[in-house]
């Protein structure tokens, strides 16, 4: 990522902001590079990355990554939203909507409003303790691009974030800011393949009773390589839903830092992957529990063949007088093949005595019980298996809330399956 922190000197002074004589956002970036010298870079000796090549997310120069024409419509296409384009990391204002919407207020990072400077980096800074995310402290030290986002109300559409890219050796960061303020309602998309290589974090607070919904498709350039970062800290009775959809890519590696710190708060993140070959995919997931009576969800499918790799990483940490928390996690994968492998390292630490937390983590092959009598019935072995794939991810889909989104998202399924077939 060296050569996006060298060509932004230039415009960083563009973020600054002042307040008491001080630039805060310089301070949040000089803050930021102090924990990325102390801490470094990720090495493959670390814990949390032992399984995942962090070298291919670090190295001075970008391998070239071919684009993909797509034959089949966008992603999100049907849904009526406000659509916000970025062209290689840069914000293109002739390919997005007018950035403005009842019930929230839309701005670049580089305009960011005092509370929106405030924020920046602060959320990333406490998600470093007790696990280290060395490309998130990168991010923060040096992105200068990116959406500033305050729901105020509940918002009548969804915001959509479009990542396209033109250059075969894009090296993007996006560094993205969301309030949602008390009561308020927000759903964010994101799709597309953004870059090469891709760092990007989200900040999200969430208010008391605020919600906050994220449905994110990653884009089908395979040679690409990402790694993202979400950090949010939900209040009282506060919703916070994500999910993430994964076809092609060498390497993705998602990680998500949640903080309740809230009474009868809800975070649920879910997960579907599907891989084939040189394919490596991370989700790294950790819920602090902090607060009483409050419900979390993990729940990660992952379809893997031909020497595909998948990784999952959870935790859920309870904390003292976090009483009442129901905690869930689970981790699946399906190999269709004897050269494809998962990882799968799930981790309950609980300081509380009245919880309800459970983690589970399977991998197995398809069901020849299930395929014997599919076929006794007419259908063909591979149609056979599609189905049987397409029922294994369902159960992660349906984390989805808006029903014709996850329709949209199982169709892309089902168009990768079969391009696998052909």
Not at 69 to 92: C, N, Q, S, Y
Not at 275 to 295: A, P
Not at 371 to 376: A, T
């Amino acid at each position: 990522m060296g050569r996006a922190r060298a060509g932004n000197r230039g415009r960083k002074q563009r973020l600054c902001r002042h307040s008491g004589g001080g630039c805060l956002m310089d301070a949040a970036r000089k803050s930021a590079h102090e924990r990325l010298a102390e801490m470094g870079l990720p090495q493959r000796r670390d814990e949390y990355w032992k399984y995942t090549r962090p070298d291919l997310l670090t190295m001075g120069d970008v391998a070239p990554a071919a684009m993909l024409v797509l034959d089949e419509a966008p992603l999100f296409d049907t849904v009526d939203r406000l659509k916000i384009v970025f062209v290689d990391g840069v914000f293109d204002a002739q390919a997005s909507d007018d950035l403005t919407l009842e019930g929230i207020e839309i701005v670049q990072l580089r305009d960011a409003p005092d509370w929106a400077v405030e924020q920046y980096g602060v959320l990333e800074n406490n998600g470093q303790t007790p696990v280290k995310r060395p490309l998130a402290a990168l991010n923060t030290a040096n992105a200068v691009e990116g959406i500033v986002l305050r729901a105020t109300g509940r918002v009548s559409k969804p915001v959509s974030l479009v990542y396209l890219r033109t250059s075969e050796t894009s090296d993007v960061m996006l560094h993205h800011i969301v309030r949602i303020e008390e009561g308020a309602d927000l759903t964010i998309l994101e799709n597309g393949p953004a870059a090469a290589r891709l760092n990007s974090v989200m900040e999200v607070d969430v208010a008391d009773t605020g919600a906050f919904h994220h449905v994110r498709a990653m884009g089908r350039d395979h040679e690409r390589r990402a790694a993202t970062h979400i950090f949010a800290r939900l209040g009282h009775e506060s919703v916070f839903k994500s999910f993430t959809v994964t076809m092609n890519g060498k390497l993705t590696r998602n990680e998500v830092v949640l903080d309740i710190t809230g009474d009868n708060a809800i975070a649920h993140v879910a997960g579907a992957a599907m891989g084939d070959g040189d394919f490596l995919h991370d989700d790294t997931v950790f819920i602090t529990h902090d607060s009483l009576n409050c419900e979390s969800r993990q729940v990660f499918k992952k379809v893997l063949l031909n020497g595909a790799t998948g990784v999952f990483q959870g935790k859920i940490l309870v904390k003292a007088g976090a009483q009442k928390t129901d905690g869930y996690q689970m981790s699946q994968s399906l190999l269709l093949d004897d050269d494809s492998q998962f990882f799968a390292k799930p981790e309950l630490e609980i300081y509380a005595d009245d919880v309800m937390c459970s983690h589970g983590s399977t991998t197995g092959a398809i069901d020849e019980g299930a395929m014997f009598y599919l076929q006794s019935r007419g259908i063909t072995k591979s149609e056979a298996q599609d189905l049987l794939v397409l029922a294994f991810l369902d159960a992660a889909v349906d984390e989805i809330e808006n029903v014709a989104i996850a329709d949209d998202i199982r169709s892309r399924l089902v168009g990768w399956l079969a391009r696998r077939r052909d």
